[in-house]
Nanobody, 121 residues
Framework: QVQVVESGGGLVQPGGSLALSCAAS????????MGWYRQVPGKQRELVAV???????VYADSVKGRFTISRGNAKNTVYLQMSSLKPEDTAVYYC???????????????WGQGTQVTVSS
């Protein structure tokens, strides 16, 4: 089994900052990527930021310069530091871990339960 657990989130005023953290644990043989996605009601889940094996980082254009994704010191952890938050950043944020459970299984996606981020005055 694989568990992906997020923490952080909450209510923040426009222009404020917030941090999210995520840890993946369990039967993990190899991690391909860890990242953050977000979703608002009625819309598709969208990429926010991801760290791909080898260290490449991809950000959505809408968050470039405001959000920073980083690996934690503990294995299979990732953080998202969000600053200069805008009301349009309001969404449920999901952590994703793309990994293999063994040498013979394909890469698969595992998701956290989601954490609400609300940017409002």
């Amino acid at each position: 089994q694989v568990q992906v657990v997020e923490s952080g989130g909450g209510l923040v005023q426009p222009g404020g900052s917030l941090a999210l953290s995520c840890a993946a644990s369990g039967s993990i043989f190899s991690m391909d990527a860890m990242g953050w996605y977000r979703q608002v009601p009625g819309k598709q889940r969208e990429l926010v930021a991801v760290i791909i094996s080898g260290g490449r980082i991809v950000y959505a254009d809408s968050v470039k310069g405001r959000f920073t994704i980083s690996r934690g010191n503990a294995k299979n952890t990732v953080y998202l530091q969000m600053s200069s938050l805008k009301p349009e950043d309001t969404a449920v944020y999901y952590c994703n871990a793309r990994l293999k459970k063994s040498s013979t299984t394909p890469f698969d996606d595992y998701w956290g339960q989601g954490t609400q981020v609300t940017v409002s005055s």
